[in-house]
């Protein structure tokens, strides 16, 4: 008896999974797992693997993913601050793509631990893949789908010195230099995920249509984690400040001395001719 229970139960939940699976897989790979994963680790926003018993009730959880925004409770404020307030509405209501159904079973899907939901895992990098990375980022080794080097738009602490670009800073960009950058994107998964598909409006636009490829993700990560543990955040600034001063003393010295010889000139023309 108790046995045919257990079967029925068993047949029941996985009939129970097939169903969620078949409502939010798609949507769920489409719409949030260039941000998220489930049970993958940290991408550009949390891991979701939990949530359900992490998260407030089904309830917050859905109007969370359709307007992050909107919840100003302790736990929402919490999350908000330590990602930045990175995730965009979803719900068409506040302008992003989905409507109610849809981000429920997406929310039914996260909560049964999103069944099939394949985690693709990267390989290994090695030091060779260092190496690689400082290439590409310089410019030394090309893209394979093409996109310009890093090194147009980025620096980094004691590897670009004064010689990297300043374009990224020069539209905006709130992190110019990626010295930080392995930390600041949630470490290798993160990065790598970051890197992989880009959501943000200049690197979306340059790197989207040609994509790095696995390999070129994996190194240029694992060079980032490299510089990141090596270089001191700061080291730049100051440099910056030195070139700075030095800078100013030798264009005080260039004006002084033009000045000097105008002025000398000038006394020549003035003076000269009486003599
Ligand atoms: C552009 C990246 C991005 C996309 C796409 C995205 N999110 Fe998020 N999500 C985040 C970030 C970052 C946070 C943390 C809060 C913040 O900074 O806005 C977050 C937080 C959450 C949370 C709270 C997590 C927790 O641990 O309590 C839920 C739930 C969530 N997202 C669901 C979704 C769902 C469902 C989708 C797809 C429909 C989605 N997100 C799409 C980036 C994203
Ligand atoms: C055309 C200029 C440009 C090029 C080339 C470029 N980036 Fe970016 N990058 C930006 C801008 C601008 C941002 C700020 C976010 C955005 O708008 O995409 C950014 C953001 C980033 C970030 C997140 C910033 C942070 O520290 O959190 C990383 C990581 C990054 N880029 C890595 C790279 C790598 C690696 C390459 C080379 C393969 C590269 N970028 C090439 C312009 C560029």
Redesign the pocket.
């Known amino acids: 008896m108790a046995c045919a229970f257990l079967a029925f139960d068993a047949r029941e939940a996985l009939a129970q999974d097939a169903n969620v699976k078949a409502a939010g897989l798609d949507n769920f790979k489409k719409y949030c797992s260039s941000c998220h994963s489930i049970g993958g680790g940290k991408l550009v926003g949390p891991d979701l693997a939990g949530l359900k018993e992490r998260a407030p009730s089904r309830d917050w959880a859905i109007a969370f993913t359709k307007d992050p925004k909107s919840q100003n409770d302790a736990y929402s404020k919490k999350i908000r601050a330590d990602f930045n307030d990175v995730m965009s509405p979803q719900s068409k209501a506040a302008g992003g793509a989905l409507d109610d159904q849809t981000i429920a079973d997406i929310v039914d899907f996260i909560f049964a631990g999103g069944p099939g939901l394949a985690q693709k895992k990267l390989r290994t990098a090695t030091a060779a893949d260092i190496d690689t990375?400082r290439a590409?980022?310089m410019g030394e080794q090309r893209?394979t789908n093409g996109?310009?080097?890093?090194?147009?738009?980025?620096s980094i602490a004691g590897v670009t010195g004064l010689g990297g670009?300043t374009?990224?800073?020069q539209?905006?960009?709130?992190?110019?230099?990626?010295t930080?950058?392995?930390n600041?994107?949630g470490g290798e998964a993160g990065?790598r995920a970051?890197?992989g598909s880009?959501?943000?409006?200049?690197?979306?636009?340059?790197?989207g249509k040609q994509p790095?490829t696995e390999d070129?993700v994996i190194a240029?990560t694992a060079?980032?984690g490299d510089a990141s543990r090596k270089t001191e955040p700061d080291q730049r600034s100051d440099y910056l400040i030195i070139y700075g001063i030095v800078g100013a003393i030798a264009l005080l010295f260039a004006l002084d001395f033009i000045w000097i010889k105008r002025f000398r000139n000038v006394r020549k023309t003035l003076v000269g001719d009486q003599s």
Request: aromatic residues 10%; neutral net charge; contains cysteine.
């Open positions: 990375g590409i980022f893209l996109g310009p080097a890093c090194i147009s738009c980025h670009g374009l990224a800073s539209v905006g960009a709130k992190n110019p230099d990626l930080a950058a392995f600041r994107n990065l970051a890197l880009p959501q943000f409006l200049v690197m979306a636009q340059v790197y790095m070129e240029l060079f980032l």
